[in-house]
């Protein structure tokens, strides 16, 4: 945490515009009290704190190097959804994340904990210099509701990851250093949802944003979050007594009850370069193709070669397993826009076949979510003009759904299933699904995905199942299991159906269950919520608790 004092925000600021902010003048008299002063100043320092969210690699405030840290690793590959893909060699020490086995002194943790408290700094410095600026309130107040958002953003995944964490709302003091202790996991849930519902109050609807202002989060990015946040604190939080799925609702019923949202009707374009900022979009992490492969000045992303075909174009990694397919059943077309590779639909990717290896897969499927056609494909690999979709309106309904079962209403909950389920019926196959076309084709399938007319826990399960389908590795999964004390069961699907792609069973000889308990502490209702280990350093440096048998 010796970075967390470390406010890299100046360097941050140019990271938007460089060319606007050299044309300021005169730069050479600014101070950080003055700076605020200007509404395309207090811009500018806002724009940094929403910079680092992408970074999943490259130079950190203090030089020190951030490795990959995506945040899949354990979203998405812990599960029996994903494999770490690529060569068994390559970034090999990821299997320690899967196996339960990390170690204090991994770098991808490392980075975790280094880019988020970096994160934390900005918002820290930004928030405390606005409230004491002078700009118009209407802007102050937004400006202030956007940083709260990406402050809670960090806590919520340091807790995600780490468990309770310490927690800083102003800039780091000399004074504090070395002994500000961990916050408790409750504590940590706690500082989340205040930031998340403050920003709540202080935004405006997406609606209210102009063309310029695309991208900046909105009330219903904030509501989303907080629905979300409550959501892992009513299944993974211990001391929590007063949160309950009554507070879920009302969170998303006010995003479905704002009309600023809807799906779009053909699941199939939503992860295309079309498919941008679509109706659907409640928060997207806005990507410019760039001509530099590393921070400050880096403005694409490296998802996409990161996941792509070893022998086409990319690394390899995040590979769809074939558990993850098998939940599809026949006739989802869903499952297009997931997986792609050898042994699905010919090798067709974007209408080409191009060559593959197995031998360089963790499994005989890639992942068809971030895969960019060749004539949209950047000159600097890792930076790809490629947008995450960080909340989808598709999210926000399954949850409502899963809120209305658990007040109660069973009817409603099966209401919002049914809209997922509709579109996902109605929707193409993905996009250039025949050879030699980029067309989007009609799947010609009659009476698919089924309406679901289950109650009780079947329906309760379908709603779980339905997540697991319409989110697919865009790391969701693994907190649902967690949250609804089922991740240890998957553990053992894990191990019963990983196989490499020379047949072995890959965790034959691994204990996953095991490992994973002793590194667990007890949530609600006799769940186990696992965390991965604090930073040796930071352990070290602050004389912080580590976390259980690390």
Known sequence: MKRIAYISLLVGLVLVSCNDFLELEPIGTETQATFYETAENAIYAVNACYDNIGQTEGPGPNGQWFSHNYIGFIG???TSDCEKGSTETDFSSLYDFFEWRAKPNDGVLFSFWGVAFDGIARCNEVLYRLESSSLEES??????????????????????IFGGVPLF????????????????????????????????????????????DLGRITKGAARALLAKAYMYQIGMDAENSEVTWDDVYQQTNAIVQSGEYALVS????????EGE?????????QMTEGTSASSPVKTGTNINQFCGNRKDWGWGFFNPTQDLVDAYGGDDPRLTCVVYGPEFNNGIVHGNIPEYDLAQQGSPYLNRKVALEPGVRP?????????????????????????????????GARQYLEMIRERARNSTFCKGYLEGSLDYVATGYSGNVPEVTASGQDLLDAILNERRLELALESHRFWDLVRTGKYLENLDVKKATSVTTDGTFRYANVDLRGNCLQHCIDGPNGNKVPLMPIPIDEVQSWGLTQNPNY
């Open 169 to 212: 709302t102003e800039p780091v003091t000399p004074s504090q250093f070395g002994v500000v202790q961990r916050g408790t996991y409750h504590e940590t849930f706690l500082r989340v949802t205040e930031d998340l519902a403050e920003a709540t109050s202080k935004l405006p609807e997406k609606s209210n944003y102009g063309a310029s």
């Open 277 to 285: 900022n679509n109706i659907e979009s409640i928060w997207e992490l």
């Open 266 to 273: 053909n699941y199939s374009t939503i992860f295309e370069m």
């Open 139 to 160: 802007l102050r107040t937004r400006l202030q509701g956007e940083v709260l958002f990406i402050r809670g953003y960090w806590y919520l995944k340091l807790a995600m």
């Open 379 to 411: 000159s600097i690999s890792k930076s790809a003009g490629y947008n995450w979709r960080m909340i989808r309106y598709a999210e926000v309904v399954l949850t409502h759904a899963e809120a209305l079962y658990h007040k109660g209403d069973e009817g």
């Open 76 to 78: 998405d590959m812990c």
